[in-house]
């Protein structure tokens, strides 16, 4: 899972999820992107199971590209207990993701493949998203 | 190979704000047009199906724009989309003087199948899509074909193999455009334990991914 090697504070503040993605809205590296309509937190476990999705439907082609990465860190309290006793400790990271932003890419196969790849991933996320492509393909 | 050159016909427009909301609601673009010569900026509309039309060949995009009577010669710079929609937002003309040189993005469109995808079931990599030249806008080329055919596992081609008589190429002649890479070992999941040994190997390599991509990002 994706995880920062270290991070400044453990525990920080949660953002808005205001407005729209102002950066990594357009594709950068593919030639197909799946493209965020909402706006949420995801996981590190939901990038990586949408990781796994692409690489088994892609089996092994291609190539993929991760644009989120999880870098807040979310802290939680353990179960049955009181409120108050201080903040919860860390427990585990997401990334800020806002209407636009583009979540992964794939490069090296056919629009088929990506498109069957893409819509496996979406079904692992929380949020409503678009399959896009660069407009210069056909 | 020189480009072709799209008519595109345009309305002047009024600016603000408002005005372009209204123009959008009815498929149009805000645009402008500027350039070495031109003393004060023109605004104008252009239908968006037009634009599309445009933006959806991959080759330097000229046009013949005509505007109040005027045709202007001219080249499409800049289009901002909407993150969400992907609906051009507003596009920047630049207006072409047959003397004065300019700077812009060409195209690479590769040709054939290269020999190490054909014989070796290799990956053809592209990290480079387009190039920055300088040019005067009569030798503006339409896109740079290179091909591929002879190369084979692990071989690439940069900037410094181009054949660009005439244009001045301003990226770094070390830069690769694309790489034959090797086929992955392994084939398609067969058993759980396989399964897993290839989620645990593939870890590694979605982290050089997201790296990759956080670096050119910046």
Redesign the interface.
């Known amino acids: 899972m994706l995880e920062p090697k270290r991070i400044h504070r453990r525990r920080v503040h949660r953002d808005k999820l205001r407005g729209n993605a102002n950066r990594g809205h357009q594709l950068a590296f593919g030639s197909f992107g799946l493209k965020a309509l909402e706006p949420k937190f995801i996981t590190s476990r939901q990038i990586e199971a949408c990781r796994v999705a692409i690489s088994r439907s892609l089996q092994r082609e291609g190539k993929t590209f991760i644009r989120i990465f999880p870098d807040r860190p979310i802290t939680s309290k353990p179960a049955e207990t009181r409120m108050g006793k201080g903040k919860g400790t860390l427990d585990h990271f997401i990334a800020v993701v806002k209407p636009g932003r583009i979540m992964f890419e794939i490069a090296g196969v056919t629009e088929e493949k990506a498109k069957e790849a893409l819509r496996r991933a979406s079904h692992k996320l929380p949020i409503k998203t678009k399959f896009i492509k660069r407009r210069d393909i056909g | 190979m020189k480009p072709t050159k799209y008519e595109l016909k345009a309305e002047p427009r009024d600016l603000g704000k408002k005005n372009s909301d209204t123009l959008r609601d009815e498929k149009r673009v805000p645009a402008v047009l500027y350039g070495p010569r031109v003393e004060e900026n023109l605004h104008f509309s252009v239908a968006e199906i037009d634009l599309?039309k445009i933006?959806?060949?991959?080759q330097t995009k000229l046009q013949k724009l005509e505007l109040d009577g005027k045709e202007y010669d001219t080249l499409l710079k800049r289009v901002e989309?909407?993150?969400?929609t992907?609906r051009p937002v507003h596009a920047d003309f630049y207006k072409l003087e047959d003397d004065i040189a300019l700077s812009l993005n060409i195209?690479v469109v590769l040709v054939g199948t290269a020999k190490g995808v054909r014989e070796s079931g290799g990956?053809?990599?592209?990290?480079v899509r387009r190039i920055m030249v300088r040019v005067l806008p009569e030798n503006i080329p339409a896109q740079f074909e290179i091909d591929i055919t002879a190369l084979g596992v692990n071989q690439s081609l940069s900037v410094g193999d181009l054949d660009a008589e005439g244009i001045e190429i301003l990226d770094d002649p070390s830069r690769t455009i694309v790489t034959i890479a090797p086929p992955?070992s392994?084939?398609?999941?067969s058993s759980a334990e396989d399964e897993e040994e290839l989620?645990g190997a593939?870890e590694g390599e979605?982290?050089e991914?997201?790296a990759?991509?956080?670096e050119?990002?910046e």
């Open positions: 599309e933006l959806s060949i991959p989309f909407h993150p969400v992907d195209p990956r053809v990599f592209q990290p992955k392994g084939s398609a999941f989620v593939e979605a982290s991914e997201t990759d991509a956080a050119a990002a």
